[in-house]
């Protein structure tokens, strides 16, 4: 019985003091984690303190030699704007002022600005140092007006019609230049279908875009074409600046081109004027020439016999 109890004893008592070192070990372990993380809070606080001290050095560091140092003050405003628009509605959209740090004008707002003009295809602004700004715009080429009209003697107003590209996107131009004056008028296109800044998803108007880029390499400068009507949809009807009719057949406007090419170096060999011409048929293709005014004859210059002359009369006395 006393061995049997000693046992018990001595299981408890290592019992006992392998409890107490998993306590102690535990308790250490808190205690470590502890001083790790105190270490790491302060670490933190003196990095912290260090970034924000370093930050405003740094801020104020660019504040007196860039951001406020009148050397870096705008004095230059070069620009090339390619015709979209004038330098003072520039500095008007903009904001851009010249004496401004060229710092603290904001070249990404500014950008988006210019983009937003329908007319702009691409922006490039650039800081020179020390007082100078460039900024250059890249137009969009318009190959013609668009207008909802139906009717090509409607009166030629930009202001209610948009430029359109090659493409098919339409643009409303701030500045209307003397080129642009000159580009054929597009007619008979949906104005419901007609939206600043959007391409046109209409195929009568790709296949008038298509004809203008064909005739503009092929006919050369004997064809200039001033009007197309589109509004009938089977067939393109075109004046010229002769104010020459042609009708045109929606496909196939090389081979019509062509014909069109060998008509007017007839005229032209000729000295006859085209008034108009039917395109679509494929064979007798019907051809109408301007009348030549008919001259009239010269009147005839009527002689009235004068009086004999004294000198005669005189010598007839003395005879």
């Known amino acids: 019985m006393n061995i049997g109890t000693r046992d018990e004893g001595v299981r408890r008592s290592n019992r006992g003091r392998q409890l107490l070192n998993v306590r102690i070990r535990a308790t250490t372990a808190r205690r470590k984690r502890q ?46 704007l390619d ?22 004008i904001d070249l990404a707002a500014t950008e988006k600005s210019l983009r937003s003009i329908p007319m702009v295809k691409d922006v490039f602004i650039e800081r020179i140092l020390p ?23 409607t009166p030629y107003d930009p202001a209610n019609m948009e430029l359109v590209d090659a493409s098919g996107f339409l643009m409303k131009p701030l500045l209307v230049t003397t ?32 004809l203008l880029s064909i005739a503009r390499t092929s006919v050369d400068s004997l064809l200039v074409i001033r009007s197309l009507n589109i509004s009938k949809g089977y067939c393109i009807d075109a004046i010229t600046d002769q104010n020459a009719h042609i009708k045109f057949a929606s496909d196939d406007f090389a081979t019509q081109l062509e014909k069109l090419r060998r008509l007017l170096e007839h005229c032209r060999e000729t000295g006859r004027q085209l008034e108009s011409v039917n395109l679509m048929a ?19 210059q009527q ?14 006395k003395k005879n």
């Open 35 to 80: 001083e790790i993380a105190a270490k790491l809070c302060l670490l933190g606080i003196a990095l912290g303190l260090f970034c924000g001290v370093a930050w405003f050095g740094a801020a104020k560091a660019l504040d007196k030699f860039f951001y406020c140092n009148p050397a870096y003050n705008l004095r230059e405003l070069n620009l090339e």
């Open 131 to 153: 007082s100078t700004v460039k900024i250059t715009l890249t137009s969009r080429v318009p190959v013609a007006w668009v207008s909802p009209a139906t009717d090509p003697s």
């Open 303 to 316: 002689i009235s016999e004068k009086p004999k002359s004294t000198q005669q009369k005189t010598r007839g």
């Open 83 to 104: 015709d979209v628009i004038t330098g003072e509605d520039l500095v008007a959209r903009t904001g851009i002022e010249i004496g401004e740090n060229i710092f603290g």
């Open 282 to 300: 494929k064979k007798n293709t019907p051809v109408k020439f301007v009348m030549a005014a008919l001259t009239p004859p010269p009147k005839r």
């Open 179 to 210: 080129s642009q004056h000159q580009l054929p008028v597009i007619y008979g296109v949906n104005s419901r279908e007609i939206g600043d800044r959007e391409s046109l998803h209409n195929d009568d108007l790709k296949k008038a875009l298509t």
